[in-house]
């Protein structure tokens, strides 16, 4: 070796450590049990935890967009009148505003679901593959082939519960009545928490314009939330139901602090 | 295995230290930015969330 070494030179007679075959095995194994911890750490919380500030930023960013745009009157600011909430500024339901079909990985809207957090906000995508629901700047999939916000029929839309933001984590944890509120670049849907049910991952007639009732004609205008259940995973499905309650072109009154921040 | 590396390396050992810092963090950002999601994308392929697929 070219390079000085002075411990050499003070202790020379060090004999030479050899490296055993049942040396290396051991701390390969220990190297693998590590790995599968750092694994199951990242998956759980770092994960979670990274991509849910991540997602929230992005909603709070797209929200506040869509806000200033909408209105000059309001100049960004959420409006003080308490009116969004089954006031004046609820149109009659044929008033409400639905969005043509979008294409796949299109931005669709903001929800805000106050029981999750108040400051929980996601961007809902078109589309449920993992390109959407594990993005950094979504996390919310809109199922393809379903209703739009607002529409008469059924706006179904899916999210992890635990891992990529965890989305629906707490969505065990609605009440009835819990708002639920999707912002369009339109304005606020205000859905109100219905029920539950628990269903194998197969059962897509939850999907349907009534749900779990093929081939009968819509007259209520639901949203659907999907996740996985139990939380960390996967053997059924957690589905949530959800009425429209009303539409408002400027931020409902509960969630006005939140909105444009 | 991680004691001849630890004698591989250059320098004293608080500069050893570093360089050995700075190879786990190194191999910390590579698992978590690609190894790992392409991992979970292989054992989870049905845990979205989402019903029918």
């Known amino acids: ?261 | 295995m991680y004691a001849a590396l630890w004698r591989v390396l250059p320098g004293p050992w608080w500069l050893r230290l570093i360089i050995v810092l700075a190879l786990l963090a190194a191999v910390l950002f590579v698992l978590f930015e690609w190894v790992f999601p392409l991992i979970d994308g292989v054992l989870n392929k049905n845990q979205q969330g989402t019903v029918g697929t």
């Open chain 1, 1 to 261: 070796m070219s390079r000085p070494n002075p411990e050499s030179a003070t202790t020379p007679a060090k004999p030479r450590v050899r490296i055993s075959f049942l040396g290396v095995a051991g701390e390969l194994l220990l190297t693998a049990g590590v790995l599968v911890l750092l694994f199951i750490g990242w998956q759980n919380f770092f994960n979670s935890w990274v991509l849910n500030g991540q997602q929230n930023g992005a909603a709070a960013q797209l929200g506040k967009q869509w806000l200033e745009q909408s209105g000059p009157a309001t100049g960004g600011s959420p409006s003080p009148s308490g009116a969004a909430e089954g006031g004046a500024s609820v149109g009659p339901r044929a008033d409400i505003p639905v969005e043509s079909q979008p294409a796949n990985r299109q931005t669709i809207a903001v929800m805000y679901v106050p029981r999750f957090g108040i400051d929980w906000k996601r961007t809902i995508r078109e589309g449920t593959g993992l390109d959407v629901l594990n993005s950094s700047q979504a996390g919310i999939g809109h199922y393809a082939d379903t209703g739009m916000p607002g529409a008469v029929g059924n706006f179904a839309v899916a999210a992890h519960d635990t891992g990529y933001g965890s989305s629906f984590l707490h969505m065990q944890n609605l009440r009835l009545g819990d708002k639920i509120y999707v912002q369009t670049k339109d304005g606020f849907y205000t859905y109100a928490f219905r029920n539950y049910q628990y269903v194998q991952p197969n059962e897509v007639a939850v999907l349907d314009p009534v749900p779990k009732q093929q081939g009968v004609q819509a007259s209520d205008r639901l949203l659907t939330m999907t996740t996985c259940n139990p939380p960390y995973h996967t053997v059924e499905r957690l589905i949530s139901y959800a009425v429209l309650e009303s539409f408002s072109k400027t931020p409902p009154a509960a969630i006005a602090s939140e909105v444009g921040q």
